[in-house]
């Protein structure tokens, strides 16, 4: 599997872009893995990350995606809650699909 520039979520279409954070983007609050930005339907992981961290990442950010796309995010629902429930989705997801991630075709 290699990880496409686009993918549609619900719908929506959703950039996906690897690359090392800067510090512009740590001093933005971007300082952690990844993140999905609802405003600009878009998913950033940092490149600095192996294989294996990008792959859980892409799965975390992927489903925040779902949960802003479905209204889910919109219904008040706690952020620690949403996270508990994006993190055990993407580990499962990586724990028990056999799923290869190559870079990005250029």
């Not at 996906?16 to 609802?38: C, Q, S, V, Y």
């Not at 949403?82 to 724990?95: A, G, L």
């Amino acid at each position: 599997m290699y990880i496409p520039e686009k993918i549609t979520v619900l719908g929506k279409e959703i950039t996906i872009e690897i690359k090392p954070f800067t510090e512009n983007d740590r001093k933005a609050g971007h300082d952690l893995d990844g993140f999905f930005d609802p405003c600009l339907n878009k998913i950033c992981i940092n490149g600095n990350l192996g294989r294996n961290d990008i792959k859980e990442t892409l799965f975390h950010e992927l489903f925040h995606a779902v949960f802003y796309h479905n209204g889910l995010r919109q219904t008040n629902i706690s952020s620690d809650l949403e996270e508990i429930i994006v993190n055990q989705f993407s580990i499962f997801v990586c724990d028990n699909f056999e799923i290869a991630i190559k870079r990005t075709k250029k």
